[in-house]
């Protein structure tokens, strides 16, 4: 199985509902021990910071040309708390609803990540936002450079 490496960063001006973006950076490595990098990003101009957290994960996972096995990095305990913490298995035995009986937010966007998670093996790391790792602050200009741009996508359900 291939091993990438995944940074993901979400961003929303005025959360909720100002405009937002993701950005994500995808690292292999090949046989020949060259390191492969790939940067995406995109711009939405009503939605919110989860949102953001979500879309740059499943955007990056498709990018993806078959299974792969995934260190993904984060600064989101949004993300990485739901699959560490195993919330999304109780929210889905639960009719996707959290501990307190209420509905789970985002549910069209974890839906989608569910299904292009599921040919892969990924291992989530919660790495401090802001505090000077790489990947991370590249994927953090990714994403408000998105949400500053011109051209900003609608954010509809998935």
């Not at 498709?62 to 699959?83: M, Q």
């Not at 200009?141 to 996508?153: H, K, Q, R």
């Amino acid at each position: 199985m291939k091993k990438v490496t995944i940074y993901t960063d979400g961003a929303a001006r005025g959360n909720p509902n100002g405009p937002g973006g993701y950005g994500a950076v995808l690292e292999y490595v090949d046989a020949n021990g060259n390191l492969h990098t790939k940067e995406i990003s995109a711009g939405y101009q009503k939605t919110t910071n989860n949102r953001m957290e979500l879309m740059g994960l499943i955007r990056a996972l498709e990018c993806l040309n078959g299974p792969c096995e995934i260190d993904l990095y984060s600064d989101s305990k949004y993300v990485v708390d739901a699959f560490n913490q195993r919330w999304v298995e109780s929210w889905l035995k639960k009719g996707w609803k959290k501990s307190d009986n209420k509905p789970v937010k985002n549910i069209d966007l974890w839906k989608k990540l569910l299904a292009v998670k599921k040919p892969h093996r990924i291992t989530f790391h919660w790495v401090k936002g802001h505090d000077g790792h790489p990947q991370n602050e590249r994927c953090d200009a990714l994403a408000t450079a998105a949400a500053d741009g011109t051209e900003l996508l609608e954010d509809v359900e998935l």
